[in-house]
């Protein structure tokens, strides 16, 4: 009965520390970036663990992770080698690591589309779409918000 028990906890911890490696996402920003806080603090509310990297610059990561200007947003991050640009809400992140395509760079909501989570306080909500990115650089819709 004992070995059962510890083999039930066994996988029960094993469980949990797999699901949390995969919800850790690395986040590049700017040290003085509220929005950028606002979306963290978005992220973690909806189960991601954060390491957040302040950078006086994040340009050099946008480059090296293939983000465009017309992709840009304010900061870039990393989940599970999908590049995650702007204010992309949790729930189209989760979606996309649930799929995982193997065709999508990653997704972006290009510029800082008011409404989206992080930029709730600047006025009206602006309806926007988040895009992927595939290898080869073209964007497709991904979700409407």
């Not at 663990?49 to 991050?77: L, R, W, Y």
């Amino acid at each position: 009965m004992m070995n059962k028990l510890l083999t039930i906890l066994s996988l029960f911890l094993l469980a949990c520390a797999t699901a949390s490696a995969q919800n850790e996402i690395t986040v590049y920003k700017s040290p003085t970036c509220g929005c950028c806080k606002n979306w963290i603090g978005h992220l973690q509310e909806n189960g991601f663990k954060v390491k957040a990297i302040d950078m006086a610059n994040v340009a050099p990561k946008k480059i090296e992770f293939g983000i465009t200007p017309q992709t840009a947003s304010c900061h870039t991050a990393i989940v599970e080698g999908y590049v995650i640009e702007g204010h992309v809400p949790a729930d189209d992140i989760k979606q996309l690591l649930k799929t995982r395509p193997k065709n999508i760079r990653g997704l972006t909501a290009p510029g800082m589309p008011v409404g989206s989570p992080g930029m709730e306080q600047g006025g009206e909500k602006q309806p926007y779409a988040v895009l992927s990115i595939d290898q080869q650089g073209q964007t497709r819709v991904f979700a409407r918000h």
